[in-house]
């Protein structure tokens, strides 16, 4: 049985680790379908609050694995079309779509898909020793895996070009300081940031951190009044709900929250 992806039950949370670090944690579509099925474990698990996404070794994700599923077969080239869009594709809609917020704590390499996945986390920490790359140009491929979505919303559309044109690498520093991500750490301090801050969301409001992740969903596509809109709809669900009713008995108690799970 192979352990490319590591789950990791916390208290309240899931640690997920890509765990192929000779290749700095390439895919491949085996390693997505348990990737994906994590994911969809922890979506359905209500006792699970918050996901941390991680990689063993040196790297984050080097991105696909440049082996089987995309060397020409006797059937002629592979289908990128076929791949990106039942594996890769498949993960950044997970993620985006979950009710869970996603932390990710990249720590090292991201390239390719590798650097989209973790584009598509809701919180990005990284080692300043990081390193994000659009390795498609390299290979004669184009941005995929929200890459081009991804970059275009972070650093503009100036940088963004650039970096998917020239597949220069950039550290985390340069990633924070761009706004990739939301920081960037001494490489011995990530996992312990990134575990603090999962366990942090993990008892925070859940009904209400999933609906703040629809709205930044939404907000790049929305026009003022349909944002002005979608917030009011979510915020009458929250009123709604117990999470608020809690948040609000506990400043009048002068206590901190306990939400329910
Ligand atoms: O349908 C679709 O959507 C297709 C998929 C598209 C999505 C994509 O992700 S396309 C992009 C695929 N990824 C790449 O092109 C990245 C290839 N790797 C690199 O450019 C470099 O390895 C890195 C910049 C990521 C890191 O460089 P460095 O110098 O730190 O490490 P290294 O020495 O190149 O790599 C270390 C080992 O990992 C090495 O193996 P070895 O020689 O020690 O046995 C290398 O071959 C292996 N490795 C790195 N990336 C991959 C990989 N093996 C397989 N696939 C990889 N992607």
């Not at 950044?92 to 986390?121: D, E, K, T, Y």
């Not at 995929?144 to 985390?172: C, P």
């Not at 996992?191 to 907000?219: D, N, S, Y």
Request: charged share 20%; glycine share 10%.
């Amino acid at each position: 049985m192979t352990d490319d992806i590591r789950i990791e039950p916390r208290d309240g949370w899931r640690k997920i680790t890509l765990n192929a670090p000779a290749r700095l944690n390439a895919v491949n579509a085996p390693m997505l379908t348990r990737l994906l099925a994590a994911l969809d474990d922890a979506e359905a698990d209500p006792t699970c609050r918050a996901l941390l996404l991680t990689g063993e070794g040196r790297g984050f994700c080097a991105g696909q694995e440049l082996g089987a599923d995309v060397t020409p077969g006797p059937n002629g080239p592979p289908d990128l079309e076929a791949l990106a869009g039942t594996y890769h594709h498949e993960v950044v809609r997970r993620i985006r779509a979950s009710r869970l917020p996603v932390v990710c704590a990249v720590n090292g390499v991201a390239a390719g898909a590798g650097a989209s996945f973790a584009l598509a986390c809701d919180i990005v920490l990284a080692a300043k020793t990081a390193r994000f790359v659009q390795a498609f140009v390299k290979i004669g491929l184009v941005p995929d895996s929200g890459a081009s979505f991804f970059l275009t919303r972070t650093v503009g559309e100036a940088r963004a070009r650039a970096l998917a044109m020239l597949g220069d690498a950039i550290d985390g520093e340069t990633a924070a300081a761009w706004g990739m991500i939301w920081k960037a750490v001494d490489a011995a301090t990530l996992m312990p940031e990134a575990e603090a801050l999962t366990a942090q969301l993990a008892v925070g409001p859940t009904a209400a951190l999933g609906a703040m992740k629809q709205m930044f969903q939404a907000a790049p596509v929305n026009d003022l009044n349909a944002q002005l809109d979608l917030e009011a709809r979510l915020q009458g669900v929250a009123g709604r709900g117990p999470e608020f009713a809690e948040g609000v008995r506990a400043f009048q108690e002068k206590r901190p929250p306990v939400f329910p799970a």
